[in-house]
């Protein structure tokens, strides 16, 4: 939602728990000295470039460690790094450095086992491509991949993209793909798609054909979605790759970093993203009567960490209307939304289901749900947003169970900043609603009146002096582990219409 009334509450990224009744949050520190990472970066570079790093902090049994976040320094042997400080947010952080250095230079973190070394070439080979492919091609590290001017792959070739190959692009400059692309970069030699000039941003990737699916396996896009005429969605820019004409693509372990455009673009299309980071592009992505799959991925920083409020529609991501020829609902599941100007989650018209995630620090709603359709809300913590979920103009259905919504200046919300009119409806169950400024706020603007019966809580912990409809509630204390859920101790145990715990519950 673009537009907000300064009578509302004021948005504050460090928040002092305030709200009617305060929990105890009991927080076991990390163990630095145990533990190791994943440091992903190109596996090759020359001295003075641009180079993007992504470290991935991992529990003992392989997953990424959620409970790990920190403000870090990288550590550079044999290289010197003009930038090496940077936030590790819930296990997942990443740093876009210019790194010098006159021979292979290996990054790490201290007191963490698995460093990176990256090969240091003095030079590359070029090859240089424009226009049209005219016969499927497989490249390679051995030359960086130079285009110069809009490239079409038509129907009937293949682009296959190796390991550890480098593809830059120059200013504005565009893939059109109507034949086949697969990229299969890996964990030690990624791809990465990035800018002939760094001061100068390429355009993007579109996908339209139906009867292939694109591939695109650690992947690095860098300095992409920058055509002025090739913009898509409602923030205005371009998308790094666009998926279109009922195409579908699979993006598996790719890293979208420091994008003027949008990460993705979907227009009547799927696309499913797994183990993906998107962070400082102008939004994560818009998906318009597409249908998406998104897990166990990071969404930070949108469109970059700088604390100051500029109303451009920088969502993490933002989904219209649902798929065009099926009911299927997109998903975003197992995944973490951290600090943006806009939304975490944009719900416009679509049917979604949010499931296991995390949405925090967003100067406008966690969740922004809108127009019609269902959004269905279950077992996410949403924390430290000026709203935490609205169900705002005309009617959307808004389900909510087994959630934490906590530290925001409203929890939940009735209305929005619009005098569209409100004829939706929230449903709230096994829900832990607390330490929110004012944990429910019904309004409609027009009337400056709340709307009978819009929203309904049950089986839930919620205290708010102004609103009284809530079914079989608590109003104690609870207590929290770290991550928001409830310790043996708390009020709130097997306390929920199902007999488990209110709150979060396990997977």
């Given at each position: 939602m673009k537009i907000r009334f300064l009578f509302l509450f004021s948005f504050s990224?460090?928040?002092?728990?305030?709200?009617?009744?305060?929990?105890?949050?009991?927080?076991?520190?990390?163990?630095?000295?145990?533990?190791?990472?994943?440091?992903?970066?190109?596996?090759?570079?020359?001295?003075?470039?641009?180079?993007?790093?992504?470290?991935?902090?991992?529990?003992?049994?392989?997953?990424?460690?959620?409970?790990?976040?920190?403000?870090?320094?990288?550590?550079?042997?044999?290289?010197?790094?003009?930038r090496d400080f940077f936030s590790i947010r819930k296990g997942v952080g990443s740093i876009m450095t210019r790194v010098q250095a006159d021979s292979n230079f290996t990054i790490g973190l201290e007191n963490f086992t698995g460093n990176r070394t990256v090969i240091l070439k003095t030079e590359i080979p070029q090859k240089e491509y424009q226009e049209t492919l005219a016969e499927s091609q497989t490249w390679d590290s051995e030359f960086d991949r130079i285009i110069t001017k809009s490239l079409t792959i038509p129907q009937g070739v293949k682009l296959t993209i190796l390991e550890g190959t480098r593809v830059l692009l120059s200013d504005t400059v565009n893939i059109r793909i109507f034949g086949e692309i697969e990229v299969l970069g890996t964990l030690e030699k990624p791809v990465h798609f990035s800018s002939t000039n760094w001061n100068n941003a390429w355009g993007g990737i579109t996908y339209h054909n139906q009867n292939s699916v694109a591939n695109f396996e650690y992947t690095f896009f860098t300095r992409g979605g920058g055509h002025p005429n090739k913009v898509f969605g409602h923030s205005l820019s371009q998308a790094v790759v666009y998926t279109g004409d009922?195409?579908?693509?699979?993006?598996?372990?790719?890293?979208?970093?420091?994008?003027?455009?949008?990460?993705?673009?979907?227009?009547?299309?799927?696309?499913?993203?797994?183990?993906?980071?998107?962070?400082?592009?102008?939004?994560?992505?818009?998906?318009?009567?597409?249908?998406?799959?998104?897990?166990?991925?990071?969404?930070?920083?949108?469109?970059?960490?700088?604390?100051?409020?500029?109303?451009?529609?920088?969502?993490?991501?933002?989904?219209?209307?649902?798929?065009?020829?099926?009911?299927?609902?997109?998903?975003?599941?197992?995944?973490?939304?951290?600090?943006?100007?806009?939304?975490?989650?944009?719900?416009?018209?679509?049917?979604?289901?949010?499931?296991?995630?995390?949405?925090?620090?967003?100067?406008?709603?966690?969740?922004?749900?809108?127009?019609g359709n269902n959004i269905k809300i279950f077992n996410s913590v949403v924390k430290g947003c000026n709203q935490?979920?609205?169900?705002?103009?005309?009617?959307?259905?808004?389900?909510?169970?087994?959630c934490v919504i906590v530290g925001n200046d409203v929890g939940l919300r009735f209305g929005d900043s619009y005098d569209w009119g409100y004829f939706g409806h929230m449903n709230v169950t096994n829900s832990i609603i607390i330490d929110n400024k004012d944990n429910v706020l019904n309004l409609d603007l027009g009337s400056m009146q709340p709307v009978e019966g819009a929203i309904e809580v049950s089986f839930s912990i919620l205290k708010d002096t102004d609103f009284n409809d809530c079914t079989n509630c608590l109003e104690e204390t609870p207590i929290f582990d770290e991550s928001y859920f409830l310790l043996p101790e708390s009020i709130g145990k097997n306390a929920g219409n199902d007999g488990k715990d209110l709150g979060l519950i396990p997977n």
């Amino acid at each position: 939602m673009k537009i907000r009334f300064l009578f509302l509450f004021s948005f504050s990224l460090l928040f002092s728990c305030s709200g009617d009744s305060g929990s105890k949050i009991i927080i076991e520190e990390p163990d630095l000295t145990e533990g190791e990472i994943q440091v992903i970066s190109p596996s090759q570079t020359l001295s003075d470039q641009n180079l993007p790093i992504v470290i991935r902090v991992k529990s003992s049994d392989g997953s990424t460690n959620k409970n790990f976040s920190k403000n870090i320094h990288l550590d550079f042997e044999n290289a010197f790094a003009n930038r090496d400080f940077f936030s590790i947010r819930k296990g997942v952080g990443s740093i876009m450095t210019r790194v010098q250095a006159d021979s292979n230079f290996t990054i790490g973190l201290e007191n963490f086992t698995g460093n990176r070394t990256v090969i240091l070439k003095t030079e590359i080979p070029q090859k240089e491509y424009q226009e049209t492919l005219a016969e499927s091609q497989t490249w390679d590290s051995e030359f960086d991949r130079i285009i110069t001017k809009s490239l079409t792959i038509p129907q009937g070739v293949k682009l296959t993209i190796l390991e550890g190959t480098r593809v830059l692009l120059s200013d504005t400059v565009n893939i059109r793909i109507f034949g086949e692309i697969e990229v299969l970069g890996t964990l030690e030699k990624p791809v990465h798609f990035s800018s002939t000039n760094w001061n100068n941003a390429w355009g993007g990737i579109t996908y339209h054909n139906q009867n292939s699916v694109a591939n695109f396996e650690y992947t690095f896009f860098t300095r992409g979605g920058g055509h002025p005429n090739k913009v898509f969605g409602h923030s205005l820019s371009q998308a790094v790759v666009y998926t279109g004409d009922n195409a579908e693509s699979n993006f598996e372990n790719c890293f979208f970093m420091d994008n003027v455009g949008k990460a993705f673009g979907a227009e009547k299309a799927k696309v499913t993203i797994d183990n993906c980071l998107v962070t400082r592009c102008d939004t994560g992505g818009e998906f318009k009567e597409s249908l998406a799959k998104i897990s166990n991925s990071h969404i930070l920083e949108m469109p970059i960490d700088d604390g100051k409020f500029i109303d451009d529609d920088n969502d993490g991501f933002y989904f219209y209307r649902p798929h065009f020829y099926s009911d299927e609902y997109s998903k975003v599941e197992n995944s973490v939304f951290m600090i943006g100007r806009d939304d975490g989650i944009d719900h416009n018209w679509a049917n979604l289901e949010i499931n296991n995630c995390w949405i925090e620090g967003f100067m406008h709603e966690g969740i922004a749900c809108s127009q019609g359709n269902n959004i269905k809300i279950f077992n996410s913590v949403v924390k430290g947003c000026n709203q935490g979920i609205e169900a705002g103009y005309n009617e959307p259905n808004v389900i909510i169970d087994h959630c934490v919504i906590v530290g925001n200046d409203v929890g939940l919300r009735f209305g929005d900043s619009y005098d569209w009119g409100y004829f939706g409806h929230m449903n709230v169950t096994n829900s832990i609603i607390i330490d929110n400024k004012d944990n429910v706020l019904n309004l409609d603007l027009g009337s400056m009146q709340p709307v009978e019966g819009a929203i309904e809580v049950s089986f839930s912990i919620l205290k708010d002096t102004d609103f009284n409809d809530c079914t079989n509630c608590l109003e104690e204390t609870p207590i929290f582990d770290e991550s928001y859920f409830l310790l043996p101790e708390s009020i709130g145990k097997n306390a929920g219409n199902d007999g488990k715990d209110l709150g979060l519950i396990p997977n």
